[in-house]
């Protein structure tokens, strides 16, 4: 059964598995921009990758054919540091991760330092420093608060699977007994930040992603109406072992348009 809802004003989407496929825009991605920008909804692409700035991000959908201009995508890092705002506005803190996250860090006027910082905050690097997660575990060893920007345990590579932040955060819970705070998805904090970026009420705005483990999960707990597209991580075969359900389960972006 499934209650009518108000008409969506404001959409959430995810990116990869949603919209893009290895570099490549999925079937219907931009149609379904373009129907967003036409009906005038406000939106936001999602990631839970804190590696890339906007900017970077909104440069590499261009080159898939993707239309998204920088302030419509919301990503891990900058979640990050509007949390770290709301918590401690002007804090410090040691960062491992590159400039998705320095930037929104610095931007949110945080100052980044190794000595005596409020906060580690940990995200994803292309290259993890032994020496930055030594410093790290000593500087929360010695009362440095944890957070950390996604729990995802690995990223997607051409040759593989690569550690990623909740794998890294593992190794420094395991050496100082921390425990870190994690902002991205499943957080539902990362869809409370957009739709306070956007204006956006949760009855009013409808959540699109791939994965019933953080997107679907996170959209309901935030109070979004949630579509499951099976152009990404979730199969159709797995949704019966989880104990939830999405609003909605489509088989890609094509199939969302109709409901803009």
């Excluded at 190794?114 to 906060?119: I, K, S």
Aim: include cysteine.
């Amino acid at each position: 059964m499934t209650t009518e809802r108000t008409q969506a004003e404001c959409w959430l989407t995810d990116m990869d598995g949603v919209l893009v496929h290895e570099e490549k825009a999925l079937p219907g991605a931009a149609e379904f921009l373009e129907r967003l920008v036409e009906k005038q909804r406000r939106f936001l692409v999602l990631t839970n990758n804190s590696i890339f700035t906007p900017r970077d991000l909104a440069a590499r959908l261009a080159r898939t054919g993707l239309h998204v201009p920088e302030e419509s995508i919301w990503t891990s890092a900058l979640a990050t540091a509007d949390f770290l705002t709301t918590q401690l506005p002007g804090g410090s803190a040691y960062v491992i991760g590159e400039a998705g996250l320095t930037t929104a860090l610095y931007e949110a006027g945080y100052t980044l330092t190794d000595t005596d910082p409020d906060y580690v905050v940990l995200g994803e690097t292309r290259t993890y420093s032994f020496e930055a997660i030594t410093r790290a575990i000593r500087l929360v060893g010695r009362g440095a608060r944890f957070i950390a920007t996604n729990p995802d345990v690995t990223g997607p590579s051409p040759e593989g699977p690569l550690p990623a932040t909740g794998s890294v955060a593992a190794m420094i819970t395991r050496a100082t007994g921390a425990e870190p705070y994690f902002v991205g998805k499943p957080n539902p904090m990362m869809f409370r930040s957009a739709m306070n970026r956007i204006e956006a009420h949760s009855e009013s705005t409808i959540m699109v992603g791939d994965r019933m483990d953080t997107d679907v999960v996170a959209g309901i707990e935030a109070g979004l109406e949630t579509v499951l597209v099976l152009s990404g991580s979730t199969a159709a075969a797995d949704v019966a072992r989880f104990p939830f359900r999405p609003s909605r389960i489509l088989d890609s972006i094509a199939d969302v348009i109709d409901l803009v």
